[in-house]
């Protein structure tokens, strides 16, 4: 018994002062983490940019975001956590999480946050990253859920946004009486501000509600066609983790399961300069809190574990806008719809005839099993319209979905053989089409990881809800190869590069031919420290399309988007964070067309010493010849709401955010920006349009705790 002692007692003593070395030497490093300094979250925001560049609309990312806000202010205690929590940050690949649960299990609980050094497959770049979200505190007892604590120490957020375009735009100029009766559709019904609104409880991530109401710019409000107010209301009330029920969701949730191929709603992040983070990670069945108006079920899911098994049932219910192709002219009942509308704008007669015209019922279910590092998963689902889906038909889309039903099954699985993490999917449709999907992560080694993606999408696999990697909008119609690295050449240089080699068995829009193409990216890093970090990287995709020039049989050419881009981050001081961006990009499509165009930014994020204030402003300047070298920029904006804008054309561009910290309960943030565009009288289009050469945009809002 003392020989135990004794060994545990020098192990203590030993860990104690190899920790306390590294704390020593890594303070020039590391630096203290003061909570006002600016999060660096690079890779997020290039995937973020990647999402605006293939959807290239205005949309809400918050459900990508807002686990990381979560723990921003409420940071995992990593003496106390498993791998479930550390997936959620999405910063962490399988083999890391592995290794460290694995050292803690080994070694004990932590004594400080440099002991991550210590953990294999940790490096500089990566503690950097998941430092703001992580601590190391002594693990208590857990306190078990009682009713009375609920709403004594849950926590209450409320966020009120206003926004507003200040230029006039032609949907809300005047207009004739007998002008606007001739057609309605020439003017927005409602005013030009676009309002937000959202609140949430939150009792210890284990009982949450709340609700997201949303107005539009040219949406009524509590008038006329929307006398409830807002145009869009979202609410959910969710349990975690009470018993044998690991959660529980009544309203608006999300249901994700396996790589995406079989059910996914809601976004999913693609390719990145972070090439061996292409795995996605399924959180199942969890709380929907976003404004987009898509992307979402309606009515009751639940999880329930059973030692290694988890049941995920989900029924869903809701209205949904639908672009109307006839109507019974005696009923008025529609008779089929022509495409499903996603944009969630009510603003003219016309879009208001497209809102809720489509009712969509879904249920089905997932069973999971899971043992030691094996995990497979087994999903069913019905989904059904209460009006038939016919769509224009074209060459391309003779395979798509239509009909009022379509039933998807799969089967995903991972296993972890370390250093190896297998992962895949593969899913069929009513119809019989199938699609699967299979990849491969490996940390070879401390300095070495690579990463590898196989997937085979016939053109006959149909299904609404999937969201696997890909090219395609759709997954569909596409097989392809990816193939990832990421080594360190030393201690602060690293690498990181893919190629992805993608086919179109069938036709596509606008492209009336199978097809074929590649995309290259390497990305070079240089972080020296916390405070500082450079990278170049070097992108290049490589499609096809229809020729331009007039033919009975279209022939292809290949498009070539190339660009290069150096990035720099630096907090020369604690209080001060600067980041430039200089970044060129050619376009060539056959041999005919070869255009050009940059862009150069400058941001400075500035936290006053005296008062609880921030400022962050960036001013950009850009040039490119048409819309298609447009390139897309990351912003900083106000909580929950996300700026990526388009530069194209030529011009400068600036912001400037305000954010003021009233007291420890209450945050106010002003932002404005503008976007001058040289040589131009009229920006936009249709009822956007704006007669002058800048346009710019307002923003005001308060959150506040209780």
């Known amino acids: 018994m003392i020989k135990f002692k004794t060994y545990y007692f020098f192990a203590f003593i030993r860990k104690t002062f190899i920790v306390s070395v590294l704390s020593f030497l890594s303070l020039q490093t590391y630096s203290q983490i003061i909570p006002e300094t600016p999060v660096n979250n690079e890779d997020i925001e290039q995937k973020f940019e990647n999402i605006a560049e293939n959807i290239d609309a205005e949309i809400d990312y918050t459900e990508l975001v ?80 009682k009713p009375k ?12 946004r206003y926004q507003v375009i200040p230029e006039d735009q032609k949907g809300y100029s005047d207009i004739t009486d007998s002008a606007i009766a001739a057609n309605p559709n020439q003017r927005y019904l409602g005013s030009s501000a676009k309002l937000y609104t959202k609140y949430a409880f939150n009792y210890r991530d284990l009982v949450k509600f709340g609700f997201v109401a949303d107005k539009d710019a040219g949406e009524e409000f509590f008038k006329g066609t929307q006398k409830n107010g807002f145009d869009f209301y979202s609410a959910y009330f969710a349990l975690k983790n009470i018993g044998f029920v690991k959660s529980l969701v009544i309203g608006d949730y999300q249901a994700q399961f ?80 022509t495409s499903l509308q ?89 119809n019989g089409g199938i699609a699967y999907i299979n990849g491969l992560q490996a940390n070879l080694d401390n300095r070495f990881a690579f990463s590898m993606i ?141 255009k050009n165009g940059f862009l150069i930014y400058q941001d400075i994020s500035y936290q006053l010493i005296d008062l609880p204030i921030r400022i962050s402003t960036r001013y950009a300047i850009f040039d490119t010849d048409t819309y298609d070298e447009r390139l897309y920029a990351y912003e900083s904006d106000v909580l929950y709401a996300f700026s990526i804008p388009a530069y194209y054309y030529k011009g400068s561009r600036f912001y400037l955010m305000l954010k003021y910290d009233v007291s420890k309960n209450i945050d106010l943030w002003l932002r404005y920006a503008t976007t001058y565009y040289n040589g131009k009288n009229i920006i936009g289009s249709g009822l956007d349009e704006i007669q002058g050469s800048s346009k710019s945009e307002i923003k005001a809002q308060v959150m506040v705790k209780f």
């Open 342 to 430: 996603e944009t969630g704008y009510h603003r003219t007669p016309n879009e208001l005839a497209d809102k809720n015209s489509l009712k969509e019922t879904m249920y089905g279910s997932n069973v999971s099993f899971r043992k030691n590092n094996l995990k497979v998963g087994i999903t069913a689902y019905r989904f059904l319209l209460n009006t038939e889906l016919l769509k224009n038909s074209k060459p391309y889309n003779q395979f798509e979905f239509q009909g009022k039903k379509n039933s998807n099954y799969g089967f995903n699985y991972q296993y972890l053989f370390y250093p190896f993490n297998f992962f895949g999917e593969i899913s069929t449709s009513e």
């Open 149 to 160: 604590d609920i709403f004594k120490y849950g926590r209450n957020t409320l966020i009120t």
């Open 258 to 337: 396996g790589q995406g191929l079989t059910l996914w709603t809601g976004l999913g992040f693609g390719k990145s300069g972070n090439a061996i983070d292409v795995k996605k990670y399924a959180q199942g069945i969890k709380p929907y809190s976003s404004a987009n108006e898509s992307g979402f079920l309606r009515g009751i899911a639940t999880t329930i574990l059973l030692k290694n098994l988890e049941f995920s049932l989900f029924y869903s219910y809701k209205n949904s806008d639908a672009n109307i192709g006839e109507q019974d002219s005696l009923s008025q009942e529609n008779l089929y719809i």
């Open 454 to 594: 196989h997937r085979n999408y016939q053109k006959d696999y149909q299904n609404l809800k999937s969201v696997a990697f890909g090219e395609n909008s759709q997954n569909s119609n596409e097989s392809g190869l990816f193939l990832g690295i990421d080594f360190s050449l030393a201690s602060k240089w690293s690498v990181s590069a893919y190629c992805d080699f993608f086919s179109f068995p069938w036709l596509k829009y606008r492209t009336d031919a199978p097809s074929n193409g590649m995309e290259y990216l390497a990305k070079l890093t240089y972080l020296p420290s916390r405070r500082i970090e450079f990278y170049l990287q070097y992108r290049q995709k490589n499609k096809m399309q229809n020729s331009s020039e007039s033919s009975i049989i279209h022939s292809l050419d290949e498009t070539q988007r190339k660009s290069l881009r150096f990035n720099t981050s630096y907090n020369p001081l604690q209080n001060l964070t600067l980041k430039n961006r200089i970044e060129f990009i050619n376009y060539r499509v056959g041999n005919n067309y070869n």
């Open 66 to 145: 807002e686990t990381l806000n979560f723990y921003k202010e409420n940071p995992i205690n990593l003496n106390k956590t498993n791998a479930e929590e550390l997936k959620k940050l999405l910063l962490l690949n399988d083999i890391q999480i592995n290794n460290l649960i694995n050292y803690l299990t080994n070694n004990g609980q932590m004594v400080s946050i440099y002991e991550l050094q210590l953990v294999n497959g940790f490096d500089n770049k990566i503690i950097f990253k998941i430092i703001p979200y992580v601590t190391v505190e002594k693990v208590e007892k857990r306190a078990s859920l």
